[in-house]
């Protein structure tokens, strides 16, 4: 049995329409689901022969979401690092909690 697969019909204009108005929608709020998402969410994949296979993703220790704008500089974690390594040369050392001892004053 041979399916045809069907092509997306090409967009002549990328504006949107009109008749999606997000100003006046009701209940629409920027970042709902994100602390969820990031807690960690789960995909459920149906495949042709019926079986449905389940896969939960969750952040790893230490993994750091970039912002799209961010990740056009940084397109792998080698490059990351690189970068924030370079930030932690800038960076003053900590003191230490002592004092330091001032010379002494010489008087004439």
Do not use: C, W
């Amino acid at each position: 049995m041979n399916k045809e697969i069907s092509r997306p019909t090409e967009i002549e204009d990328d504006e949107m329409r009109s008749e999606y108005d997000f100003a006046h929608m009701l209940g629409g709020v920027r970042g709902k689901y994100y602390q969820a998402y990031r807690a960690g969410h789960t995909v459920k994949i149906q495949r042709l022969d019926g079986t449905t296979t389940v896969q939960y993703f969750t952040l790893e220790d230490g993994a750091v979401m970039l912002d799209p704008d961010v990740r056009s500089y940084f397109p792998d974690s080698v490059a990351v690092n690189q970068a924030l390594r370079s930030l932690i040369a800038l960076i003053p050392q900590k003191q230490s909690k002592r004092p330091k001892k001032l010379p002494a004053r010489v008087m004439a």
